[in-house]
């Protein structure tokens, strides 16, 4: 996540926003040329913050409760969803549930993770009765069920506004 982040963050930095467009797509699923400098850092920021949650917090919780078969049952069912989880023709007729499946398994990883990021808030410069405060008042507002929760205590730990249609 930090590599693919800061392969983004440094075109942006330099300027160049059709590198930082090229290198979206390696940890966002939005059209990068619908989106300006400030578009970009934002589907950074939010990919980051609901992917820390999926790819880091998500497989520890379950390898803690339910050992190395619980580990590989979730990352089964994030790949899953991943896949066939879109709202597109292809995979409205089964996608669902994968994707209804995954909201599952990630309940309780997600709140965790907003958990995290308030406690850890000082890190980057934040302070966390802000992210805290952030995390209550905008977590349950996203259509996602858990993503709201990674994005809102990511946006208050940086002190920045998230989120908005994006057709992603």
Do not use: Q
């Not at 990068?32 to 520890?60: Q, Y």
């Not at 993770?113 to 410069?125: E, N, R």
């Not at 993503?147 to 205590?153: D, F, I, K, N, Q």
Request: glycine share 12%.
């Amino acid at each position: 996540l930090r590599r693919e982040a800061r392969g983004i963050a440094a075109p942006l930095v330099a300027g160049d926003l059709a590198a930082a467009r090229t290198a979206l797509p390696r940890l966002v699923g939005r059209d990068p040329a619908r989106l300006d400098e400030k578009g970009i850092a934002r589907a950074v920021v939010e990919s980051v913050a609901e992917n820390t949650s999926d790819a880091v917090v998500a497989p520890l919780w379950w390898g803690a409760v339910a050992g190395i078969p619980g580990l590989l049952a979730y990352r089964a069912i994030n790949t899953l969803d991943a896949m066939v989880g879109h709202h597109s023709p292809r995979y409205e007729n089964f996608g669902w549930a994968s994707a209804r499946l995954d909201d599952v398994a990630n309940w309780i990883p997600a709140r965790l993770t907003g958990l995290l990021t308030v406690a850890a808030a000082p890190v980057v410069g934040g302070d966390p009765i802000r992210t805290w405060t952030v995390l209550r008042r905008d977590g349950a507002s996203h259509p996602s069920p858990n993503a709201g929760r990674c994005e809102a205590s990511a946006a208050g730990a940086l002190d920045v506004g998230l989120g908005g249609r994006h057709g992603g």
